[in-house]
Each structure stands twice: as C-alpha cells, then as structure tokens.
T-cell receptor, first 115, second 113 residues
Framework: GAVVSQHPSRVICKSGTSVKIECRSL??????MFWYRQFPKQSLMLMAT?????????EQGVEKDKFLINHASLTLSTLTVTSAHPEDSSFYIC???????????FGPGTRLLVL | AQSVTQLDSHVSVSEGTPVLLRCNYS??????LFWYVQHPNKGLQLLLK??????LVKGINGFEAEFKKSETSFHLTKPSAHMSDAAEYFC???????????FGSGTRLQVQP
C-alpha cells in the first residue's frame, strides 16, 4: 500500500523558536496533502489542505502566519510552526492522496513539545 | 455540513468475544465513510471504507462494517476480539465536495485477557 512518512517523529524545542515538520509520499504522487493536529485523548482536527503548487487552504481558527505550509513538489509538504509556544505542543499528522477519489494515507505523526 | 458521532468513548471486551463500535453520521451528500485505527503513538491505519458500493464492507484484521442509510449508521464489528485489537478507533466521513475528512471523537477499545 501507499506509504507516507513524517520527519521528525518527535521534536522538543524552546518557546519562541520555529520547527519544521516534513511529510513525504514515498511511492505515489500526492497532489493534495492535509495537516491535522491531535491533542491528547482527542480526535484529529484538520488544520489545512494543500495542493501542489498552490497556497494552502486553512481551516477556520488556524493562523496561517503561524502554521506555514509549503507543498512545492508532488512528494513533499512541510509544516513550519513559527514562534512556537507551549500551547502548540501537540501531535501533528499529515495525510496525502493522489486524486480526489483516492483514499488518504496517513503519516505516523510528529509529536511536538514546546518548553 | 457533515458530522460524525461515535457513541462510546470507551469499550471494553474480553478476548475472543465480539466487538461493536458504534458510529452515526450526518451528511448533506451521499457520504463516503471510513474506519481508521490508531495504536499508541502511531499514525492511522485504514481498516475499511464505504463508497456507495456494497453496504456490508469487509476490512482488514477481520473487521467489517455495515452502512445503514435509514439509521445513518456505520457500526464497526468483529466476531472475536484479539489482544492486538486494543487501540483507538475513529469513524470518519468525507465532505464530497472537498474530500476533506471529518473525524469522530474516537472510541478506545480495551481487550481484557
């Protein structure tokens, strides 16, 4: 089946610094990638949808200047958490698909801890 | 608009007994429905999906789900639970226009020996 990877799997950073998380589709071209965040013992909440070569579409309440998304190629999307604060600590998960009718495949997630 | 309600936040069963995880949905369109499983600190794995074909959908690891339009339900079942089934399960519905996924709140399945 299709494989999506994320890097890093876990990151700890100081408050005020920026963190970049990578999401890669390893064996298919991902025209669309999605970014979710999941707080402990809660469900996944969609943050943004990105199509290759286009600006990301952010969900209501998600600050686009704080969560920068780049989808420059068909196999890579990045999420940069700028000026991270402790409340940004969460589990960030990406997913990818190669067409609207196809299933989304999820990455293993990145656990971010901001001190 | 679309939404998903998972009726039980926690289900506990004994190994070898049946599993039932309940899900009700609301959608303005003909929905596509999914069940995903998430093991601790891991990503999500697709168990099965319904996309307007057969109403009884068979998935991996012996799981299946039945789409019942009249009841707006998509309950997940398994005849005999295994210890390795202990995990968090999410019922998911698509937004047909945008194909974004809306997740239920999750059901934690505990399997007792």
């Amino acid at each position: 089946g299709a494989v999506v990877s994320q890097h890093p799997s876990r990151v700890i950073c100081k408050s005020g610094t920026s963190v970049k998380i990578e999401c890669r589709s390893l064996d298919f071209q991902a025209t669309t990638m999605f970014w979710y965040r999941q707080f402990p013992k809660q469900s996944l909440m969609l943050m943004a949808t990105s199509n290759e070569g286009s600006k990301a579409t952010y969900e209501q309440g998600v600050e686009k200047d704080k969560f920068l998304i780049n989808h420059a190629s068909l196999t890579l999307s990045t999420l940069t958490v700028t000026s991270a604060h402790p409340e940004d600590s969460s589990f960030y998960i990406c997913s990818a698909r190669n067409s609207p009718k196809e299933t989304q495949y999820f990455g293993p997630g990145t656990r971010l801890l901001v001190l | 608009a679309q939404s998903v309600t998972q009726l039980d936040s926690h289900v506990s069963v004994s190994e070898g007994t049946p599993v039932l995880l309940r899900c009700n949905y609301s959608s303005s369109y003909s929905p596509s429905l999914f069940w995903y499983v998430q093991h601790p600190n891991k990503g999500l794995q697709l168990l099965l999906k319904y996309t307007s074909a057969a109403t009884l959908v068979k998935g991996i690891n012996g799981f299946e789900a039945e789409f019942k339009k009249s009841e707006t339900s998509f309950h997940l079942t398994k005849p005999s639970a295994h210890m390795s089934d202990a995990a968090e399960y999410f019922c998911v519905v698509t937004d047909t226009g945008r194909r974004a996924l809306t997740f239920g709140s999750g059901t934690r399945l505990q399997v007792q020996p």
